[in-house]
C-alpha cells in the first residue's frame, strides 16, 4: 500500500536517484557549498541575450549533466516532470524541448523542486515509468524583473527579503541502481495565514512547512529522531526560527542541529548580500541534489528529509490585495544500504 | 505493468470518474452544448470585482459541485490536481486554499485538463490516493488581458485566433464506482514547427496532437476504429483540419464523423463570434465532463479518446522572438459496462 494517511506515499520499492546534475550560477559558487555543485558559472548571462534565455541554458545543462551522469541517453527517459516560476514555466519546457521527453508541467512555486521529485518516484514506484527525470531552474534576474523590479532599478530591500539563487537541479529516478533511494514523500495543503508581504515569504511559508512536517510524521509513523537531517526549502532567516519555534510549541520540537534550511545553506548569509538568504525553485533543488546527495554518498548522513517550501501569490494576485497561500512538499531521502529498504521507519 | 511503449499508461485497474462539476459563462450558454453543463452564468463578471477573482469563483464552484454530485465531503480527497492558464496557476492555488486538499499544481496550458486526469487517474489507479480530484479553469477575460490586449481596447483579431472558454470543469475520480472509466492515458511530447504566430495556435498545437494521437496507437495497440469518438482539445477551425491532413498523410486516416474538436463543438462557430472556435483549460474540461460523459452516460458513446492539446508560450517567450512549444495529452474513457475492464484493445 503506498498511501498512508491522507497525503503521504510510502514506497515499498523505493525508487533510486540514479544520478543528478546542478549547475549554479556566481554567488552560489561564492557560497558555502561550491565544491558540491557540477557546474559554477562566473556570470549571471552565461552568454545569453535575455535572463530567460540564460535561466533555460541552467536547466538544459543541469538535464544534460543528469543524463551523462546516470550513463543514460535521452530517449530512455519516460517522462520529465517539473517546472520553474516564470509565467507559463517557460524556462523549464523550452529546456524540455531540446530533451524531447514526454513532459509533465507541474508548479508550486519554490515547492516545484519536490513536487516533482515526489511526482517522479511515484511514477517509478508504481510502474508507470522506468525513468523519470524530475527538474526545476531559477534565475535571480529573470525573479526580480517578474516579481519586484527590474534589476537596473536597484531599488532596495528590506532583511526579511530573499535572494533568488540562480541555478537548476536535475535527477534521474529509476527503479534499481546504487544510488541513494526516496523512501516517502508527503504532499502539501495551501497553507494562507493572511501574510500579504511578497518581502516576507518566508514568514509566509513557515506554516506550510510545519503542516507537511507533522503531517509526515502523523501519517508514516516516523518521529524527528528518524532523520539524521530535516531541511526546509528556503525559509531562510526569518522564516527558519518561525518554523522552530511553531513546531517547538506543537509538541514537535527539533534538535538544533538537525533542522536547517536550504536558503541558509546556500549562502554565507553574514558575508554576502543575501538579505535574510536563499530562496527560488533552484535553492532547495541545488542543494538537495548537490550537497545532500553528495553527503548521503560519503556517509555522513543516512535519512534526510527536505521539505521544499513554496509561495503560490503572482504579482497581480498580490496587487489585488490578495495573500500568500504557501504550500510545502516533503520527500524522504536515505542512503540505499543501511539495513532497511524504504520499510516505514 | 501500468507503463506501455515510453508514454502510455494502460490501467489494468481502471480507475472511476465518480462525478463531475462543469460551470461556464454566458457564451459557452448560447453554445449548442449549454444543457449538458452544471451551471451557465449569466455575465462575466459573477459578482466578482476582477476578472481573476471571477475565474476563481469558477473554479471553485465547479470543486462544490464534483463534490456534491460525487456525495464526498473535502476531507476525503487525497489530492487535488490541476491549474490554469495564469501566470502562477492563482486562479486554481487560491481556489484550491478553501477546498484545503494536499495540491499537485500543474501546468500544461490548455492541456492542463487532461494531464491533471492523466496524473489523477495514475494516483488512483496505482494506490496513491483513494479519491483524486482533477480540474482546471479558464475566463476569457483573464486570458485577454493576460495574453493579448485589454478587452477594453477592443483590438480586432484575425480568423485564425480563437476565443477563450470562460468556465472550470473537476472530476471526482475513484478506485470504484458507477462512472466511465480511464482504460489509458498517453503523456505529450513537446512539438515546435517553429510556428511565431500567437493568433494561430491551432495550426502551432496540431502537430502535438498528431505526435500523441499516433504515440496512442503505437504504443497501445489500439486503433482509431476501437473509439467512437477521437477529440481533440482546442485546434479549432484551422488546427483541426490540418491536424486530419497530417494524420490522413501519416497513414492514420479518421473517420470524419468521429473526429473532432471541443473548440468546434462547444460553440456554434458560424454564428457566434469566436473566430476560428474556442480554447482555453476550461474548453476540453467542460466538454468533457460536461457534454462527453453525458454521452457515454446514455449509451451513446462507449470508448473517447480525449486529446487536450496546450500551446507552452508566454507573452515574454514571443515577445523574444521564440516559436510556440506545444504539447497534447490524451486520456482513454470508456463506459464501465461493455466487456472490457480497461484491458488493452
Redesign the interface.
Known sequence: ???QG??S?VFEQPPVIIATGTVVGPDEGQGPLAADFDLVHPDLEIGQP?W??SEKVLMEQATDIALQHAKLSK?KL??FVG?D??????ST??A??QL??????????CSTSM?SLA?AS??V??????YAMAGTCSHNCTVEKQFRYPTEYGSQKPPTAQYTVTGAGAAVIGRSGNGPVITAAT????M?LGIKDPFNMGAAMAPAAVDTIQGHFQETGREPGYYDLIVTGDLAGVGHPLASEMLQRNGVPMERTKFNDCGLMIFDVEKQKVQAGGSGCACSAVVTYGHLLKRIGSGDLKRVLVVATGA??????YQ?G?SI?C?AHAVAIEAANPGQGGANG
Chains 1, 2 share one sequence.
Do not use: C, H
Open positions: 500500500m503506498i498511501l491522507r497525503r506515499w535575455t530567460e534565455k530517449d519516460n517522462f517546472g516560476l516564470m509565467n507559463q514555466i517557460i519546457t523550452f524540455v524541448r524531447e521527453a514526454p513532459y509533465l508541467g507541474v508548479f508550486g512555486a513536487e511526482v511515484l511514477l514506484s508504481s510502474g508507470a515509468a522506468d504532499i502539501g495543503k495551501i494562507d503560490l501569490l503572482s504579482p497581480l494576485s489585488q490578495e497561500p504550500v
